[in-house]
Every structure is written in C-alpha cells, then in structure tokens.
C-alpha cells in the first residue's frame, strides 16, 4: 500500500481556517462597535456641522469655559497622580502580602465602579461639607474641601483608583519572586530594588493605570458635580458646562465642548498606547 | 571561602522542609545538592545564601552559618556576599545584557563602588568569559535560554562573591545546552576555584560536575562523599535507587535457595523474604541455566543505540520488567530479537538490609 492511495476528502477547500465562527463573531462585534461606540461620535460630529470654525471657536474659548478646562485638568492631574501612589501601594499591599480580610479589601477595589457616581458624589458632598463631620474637622484646621476644587481632585480619586489597581496589580502578580531576591543578593538596598528593578518592571501598567484614570476624570460629572459648588470661573468642570448648554438646548454648543474633551482623551490613550507599545517591545525581544 | 553549616533545619508552617542537618564545604569545592523534588535541596541551598532563614530551635545548639570564621546566620542576604543563580535566571528584562553584569556593581554604596571606566572594563571582562561580549547590548529576551543563564551567571560573578550558589542553573535547558553549559561551569570553576553550591535533580548531572555530592530525601541528608563512592558504595537503599537504574529480585530464601515463582538463585542468606537489587550492567544473559541459578525470561524491547545495547526483560516472576545493559558483541552472539527467551546471570547483587551496604557477590559464581 502507498501513501499515494490515501486522499483526503476535500470538503475544506476554500477555508483554510481551523476555528470556526470567524465570519459570525467578526460581523456581530462590528456591528456592535458601530452601534454603541462610532455612531454617537458621527451624532456628535454631525451637531458640530451646525457651526461656523469661528462660532466654533469662539464657544470653546469662551472664558467661562477656559477656566473650567482648568479647573478640570488641575484636578484631574492631582486625582490622577494621588491614584497613581496609593493604587500602586494597595495593589502592592495585596498582591505582596498575606492578611486576614484580604478578600474584602480586593472586593472593595471595585466598589467605585459599582457605586452610582450620583451616590457618591452625594455621600461626599455631605461628609466633606462643613456641617458634615469630616469636614467639620477639617474646618477646624483651616481647610475647606467641599466646594473647592481639592473636593473636585477628592471625588475624582475616588471613582477612579480602580483603574490603577486593577491595571498594576496582574503585572505585580506576574512578577515572580526571584527578580526581587535577585536584586537583593546583587547587594542592592530594598530601596534600590524597588527603584531599579520592580518600579521599571510595572512602569507601563502603572503609567497606563494612571492615564486611564486621568482620562476618565476628565469625564467625570456625576460624583463631582454636588461636592464642587459649580461656581463659575473656580469650580466649574467642564463636564458641567456641556450639561449648561444641553438645559439651554444648544445642542451644538454642548456638542462643540464635548468634542474637545473627546480629542484630549482619544489624544492621551492614543500617545499611552504608542509609549505602551514601545516599552512592551522591548522587553519581548523586539529593537527597542 | 569555607561553609559550614550546623543544626540547620527547617519548618513551612507545620509541614518540616528540613531535619536539622550539618555540612562542611571545604573552600574551593564544587559540591551538589542531589534529591529528588521535595527533599529540601532547594530550601537548604536558600538558608545558605540568606533568601530563607533557618528555625530557631529551642534546643541547646543553636543554627549557625559560617563562611570561613565569619558567622552569616544573622547576616543579611544583601551583606553575606555570595552569587546567586536561580534556575529561570531572574534577569533584569528592562536592561540590556550589560546593565544586568554591571548591577551589582552600579548598587555598591558610593565608597566602595567601581569608577565607571572600571565597571566597564569588569563588566567586559565577564561577558568575555561566558563569551558574550558581542551581545552586550541586546536585553534578555533577545537571548536563547542558554544564554541568559551565561548571563545570570556572569552577574553573580560581578560582585567577585564568597561562594557561588546556583539552584538547578541547567533545569530549564535542553539536554545539548545542558551539556555544553555542564562542561562549561566546570572548566569556569577550575579557572578560578570558587566554592560553589548547585542544586540538581539530575544524577547524572551531579556525579558529572561535584566534587562531592551531598544526597537528600525527606529533609535529610543520606550521603556525603565523592561521586566514585556513592556510586560504588552507596550506604543505604535510597541512595542506591537514586543513583541509577535498578532491577528487582524479591523472593523467600530457604536453604541457601531463593526462590521466586519458577526463578531459583543460590544465595549466601540466612532463610527469609529478601529483596536483592542489581545494576543494569550487573546482568549477563544466556541461552542456558546453570544449577545454582535458574533466571528465566523474555527479551519485550531491544534499543541498540549508544555504547551498549539496553534490553528489557519480563517474566512471570517479576512484578516490574528488568533491564540490562549487553555489549554489542553478545547481543550478535546471542541474537536478542523481541520475544527470545533466555538466562539471566547476576554478576553481583547488592542487598540492604539494616540500612547498611551489604556487597555480596553470588557465592558460585
């Protein structure tokens, strides 16, 4: 008997394909993308169009909302650099160490998602207000939080560290033991090893953490908007003053703020992805 | 530098990784940590280079490390100056190949660290003897296994360590590299004479490479000596089994008579169950019996590459096939196809009874 006898049913021709269900899931998850993600954006566009460049101009630069670009990016920037040093401490805490509660303490990372960002921005407000008791404590020592833009920084904090937990703490897990041990048998200090070694090892999940949270405090209008005062010219967000224009029914003006807070966003994931993409590269092999 | 180690024993919560054990490395010697996994080879290896500490235990001789005359076993990892290889190399993935050899150097406190034209000049010097100079600025995922672990090696060296500790430096190679790396580490330590102490599973591997061998199981250590000895004279069962291949032979002696199913061997014995053990090449074959020793089986699997042909062995009488190593001239002169029926002769057995080596030879043979 030959090989040459044995043929094979042809009933692949065609398909090289061994998965099943390509044509299917590609189809749905387009259709899907199209339908949830890329048709605001076109609605958004599309209500832009009702503007000349120069009205266009000249509403985003409106003064009133220039200080709330500010306002917002400040307490974006401190919201996300805070997340950035305590996300990284709790997703140390609870990759690095063993303790009774460890498991409430990781089911609480995701409280902030969970939470309606109304419910919380209320719970805030209250707490931090003067008649609230934190704030009253506070207040006593000559700091005021709510209706000032550190309450702005505190309620972005607040619904944003997850995204720095969450991204940093897998790569933590990843990161096996013996790195650590090996720096320290090399000599260096347990201050040296964090810097040198295990700080560049998370490098891009903490940096991509933070951009995350940065970016989603941009946005955030919910929890902030009762315990920021929203006075004009110093605690304005700029979510907010999309929501102004929508109560005017200017639709097109609401349209025209919304689409810069759009840009820095897609801007800001667009350069973390790159820088991303760069640094991962090099440490699987590629020219870096 | 010397190690000594005294009253060195272990606890993971209630489970005991290691009994208290004492070991002495003379200065210069290249000894192996041999066992199997889960006999405390690897916790041992990492109480000697700090990374576990030994328990304290409440009796009256306390765990003690020394290196030389200096005592170590309150000595931090980072102070006790030795190398430390681990078996996935634990490279810096964000430095280049160069950055990695320079690190222990570049962390030195500001007093004592090399000038930057030195720590250069060291750092080549290293990469030039594991022969990867040319590599010295890719990073590690640029590099074969082999490779990295030449780099991790030249790391530990950098810090010119008191002893150089590697904990199954070849484990995640391929059989060629291990080879070749084997080979490698051996002439590197006769170049420069370092104590050093690695951790292997392999047998082969640590008869090959120590000066002497340190065998492990369950916690303790069953046998110190030169890899010529344990082979020869191993000192209890375990040893034996684990050192190579064994064959079987377990029957009731009476009279002078082993006897097992139809399988009758003339023993030096007093009466009693025995079980007998026997090298592989402790096992001749031929087409007849003799009277003090009838062995009858059938050849199952013949493989005929390398120095000696391998063949198994099966017969009734045996729980487990046998295996024996013949030289190719008896294995054309005796035609060993699958399914022929021969003799077994033993050359020699070994037998432990009472955890001693009793070295018997068959007495007519």
Sequence with gaps: ?288 | MSIRLENIGKHFGDTRALEPVNLDIHEGELVGLLGPSGSGKTTLLRIIAGLENPDRTGTRTPARILFGQRDVTHVHVRDRRIGFVFQHYALFRHMSVFDNVAFGLTVMPKRSRPSRSEIRARVFRLLEMVKLEHLAERYPAQLSGGQQQRVSLARALAVEPDVLLLDEPFGALDAKVRQDLRRWLRHLHEELNFTSVFVTHDQEEALELSDRVVVMSDGRIEQIDTPETLYRAPQNRFVFEFLGDVNHLEGQVHDGVLTCGDARLAVDLPDGAEDLLLRPHEVCLAEQAEADCHLPVTVTAVSPVGAEVRVELEADWLASPWLATVRHADFERLELHRGRRLFAHPRQWHRFADEKADFLKPHAA
Excluded: C
Excluded at chain 1, 55 to 72: F, G, H, L
Excluded at chain 1, 125 to 138: D, E, H, V
């Design chain 1, 1 to 288: 008997m030959s090989f040459q006898a044995i043929r094979l049913p042809r009933r692949f021709s065609g398909s090289t394909r061994v998965l099943p269900g390509f044509g299917l899931s590609m189809g749905i998850s387009v259709l899907f993308i199209s339908l949830v993600l890329l048709l605001p954006m076109v609605g958004l566009f599309g209500q832009l169009a009702h503007l000349s460049l120069a009205e266009y101009w000249a509403i985003i630069t409106d003064p009133r909302v220039v200080a709330s670009y500010t306002t917002t990016i400040g307490a974006a920037g401190v919201a996300a650099l805070i997340n950035a040093v305590f996300g990284l401490l709790l997703a140390w805490v609870l990759v690095r160490y063993e303790f009774s509660g460890k498991r409430l303490v990781d089911a609480l990372m995701d409280l902030p998602f969970a939470l309606p960002t109304a419910v919380a921005g209320i719970t805030l407000a209250t707490l931090y207000a003067k008649s609230g008791w934190a704030g009253g404590l506070l207040d006593f020592f000559g700091i005021k939080v709510a209706y000032t833009w550190v309450g702005i920084a505190l309620a972005m904090a607040f619904t944003s560290i997850p995204f720095v937990v969450r991204t940093v703490q897998p790569v933590l897990e990843d990161m096996p033991a013996e790195i650590d041990e090996a720096a320290v048998s090399l000599g260096a200090s347990d201050g040296v090893a964090f810097r040198r070694v295990i700080l560049p090892h998370l490098w891009p999940a903490l940096v991509t953490g933070t951009g995350l949270a940065f970016v989603r405090s941009l946005g955030e209008f919910g929890a902030v908007i009762f315990i920021a005062g929203n006075a004009p010219y110093e605690t304005e967000i700029t979510a907010l003053m999309i929501f102004v224009k929508l109560q005017e029914y200017d639709f097109a003006g609401a349209s025209a703020i919304a689409s810069v807070v759009l840009f820095v966003s897609l801007a800001l994931l667009l350069a973390i992805n790159i820088w991303q993409g760069r640094f991962v590269r090099r440490l699987h092999g590629g020219k870096g």
